[in-house]
């Protein structure tokens, strides 16, 4: 894996990188309507005020492969994957592979802060005349949103199997990226070929993301760590001096299920996610950007939080430590449930000198917990970045409610199921790989 940034050659329109998010705008959504409902509408219509993402893709995912993830979702995915003999069309191997290609708005409008206060939740930021004063509009703020796919453990179906140990070796297998079997959406209701078809696509994820090109049986560990040990494991990777990729080899945590897992296989995937989201971030923001980021709860529900951080942490430090984040300029991450995350998240970027890190709460200071940069110069001017914890199933952006999720909060206040609309004609525009790859232009 090419651990360099990305070089994204793209000609960005000003309406995308021109923008501050530390102030708010008039928008064109009469008051009164969702911002989902309008959004859509506009799109549905042929009318494509909002952008298509940018979609940042390892290099080994096969561009029908993107197509498929990014135009066959299903209207909503709460707390399931593949349902067979439902027409599904995104398998659990093929979700987990949806890790990889990471979609990024570079323009959402949002009508106000999301906010987290005994549940999810946006303080919306209310109406203002119209430009013509006739009418009443919304005031909207311009945020990017990472629409990233979050490391799938809510179960142990998507990620939980790429990753553990099964009674067997399982060796890697590669076809090469435009050399790929996708079936038929009518075989994926068949169990038999359903489960072969997934059964290679694991074997072609563990190819690419071990240095071995292989998981070993369970019997043949002989030593691995307990979730406790293993959260101390990655501390000292993040706080030491060594050369975190090797560190994570032939290092197996065994799971409060008595799974075993591979730490290598997943700090390769947590590597992956990190340089493909900050090599679109770095693209699409030249003004700067503000990086905030809430840890998972129920995608992390068979392995923990702390160690998905950890995991994120030591990719980023070591990403860090290849690349000068020439646009980053605030790093917010909330540690309401995770205290030592701050420190460490300081040592991952200490190499990036003109990067603060500090506590997400302490950038939503503002009267009723919003988006205030008066104690950070650094920030103002610059996008506002929001991660969003994506499903890699449903279409939840564009269903579900605003209390539910930060998915269903954030699709609920926002423009985003617009940009994201499956249907629209631009969606798979501008899908943009490692350099062996032809990138695609605005």
């Known amino acids: 894996m090419d651990c360099k940034l990305k070089s994204i050659h793209l000609s960005l329109p000003a309406s995308v990188t021109g923008y501050r998010s530390d102030e708010l705008h008039a928008s064109p959504i009469p008051a009164q309507v969702g911002p989902r409902k309008f959004y859509l509408d506009e799109v549905k219509k042929g009318n494509l005020i909002v952008p298509p993402p940018l979609i940042s893709c390892s290099e080994f995912v096969p561009r029908k492969l993107v197509e498929l993830l990014m135009g066959k979702k299903k209207d909503s995915a709460l707390s399931i994957k593949f349902v067979p003999n439902r027409n599904d069309e995104i398998t659990d191997m093929e979700g987990a592979m949806h890790t ?5 708005i570079g323009r959402c409008e949002m009508v106000g802060d999301y906010r987290f ?13 119209s430009e013509g004063g006739k009418s009443m509009v919304r005031l909207t703020r311009s945020v990017v949103l990472s629409a990233s796919i979050q490391m799938d453990f809510e179960g142990h179906r998507v990620l939980l199997r790429v990753c553990k140990l099964d009674g067997e070796r399982v060796i890697g297998v590669d076809r090469g990226s435009d050399d790929w079997p996708i079936i038929s959406r009518e075989d ?4 038999g070929l359903r489960n072969t078809y997934d059964g290679f696509l694991r074997n072609y994820m563990v190819f690419h993301l071990t240095s071995g090109r292989s998981l070993p049986g369970r019997k043949e560990v002989k030593e691995y760590m307990d979730t406790e040990a293993t959260t101390g494991f990655l501390d000292s990777v993040i706080l030491g001096t ?3 990729k090797e560190e994570m080899v032939d290092k197996y945590t065994e799971l409060y299920n ?3 897992v591979s ?18 971030l770095e693209a699409l923001c030249p003004q700067g950007y503000v990086y905030t980021y809430d840890p998972a709860s129920i995608f992390a529900s068979e392995i923990g939080a702390e160690i998905l951080n950890r995991l994120m942490l030591a990719a980023v430090k070591y990403l860090s430590e290849k690349n000068q984040f020439q646009n980053m300029r605030i790093v917010g991450l909330n540690d309401y449930a ?10 991952a970027l200490e190499k990036q000198t003109k990067v603060r890190v500090v506590s997400k709460a302490a950038l939503f200071s503002g009267v009723d917990g919003k988006y205030d940069t008066g104690d950070f110069p650094e920030a103002q001017g610059s996008a506002l970045v929001i991660h969003n914890n994506s499903d890699g199933f449903g279409q939840n952006i564009e269903t579900e409610g605003p ?10 206040k926002s423009s985003a199921a617009g940009s994201l609309e499956r249907n629209r004609p631009d969606l798979l525009d501008f899908v943009f790989y490692c350099p062996q790859k032809k990138s695609a232009s605005f």
């Open 338 to 347: 995770d205290r030592g995350i701050l420190g460490l998240a300081k040592v």
């Open 117 to 129: 206060d005994k549940g999810h939740g946006v303080t919306v930021f209310g109406d203002v005349d």
């Open 263 to 280: 730490l290598e296989l997943l700090f390769n995937v947590a590597l992956h996610q990190v340089r493909n989201e900050f090599s679109a």
């Open 242 to 244: 060594g050369d975190a």
């Open 100 to 104: 990889f290609v990471t979609p990024v």
């Open 403 to 412: 209390f539910g999720s930060l998915d269903g909060a954030i699709g609920s």
């Open 188 to 191: 994926k209701q068949n169990h």
């Open 258 to 260: 008595d799974d075993i």
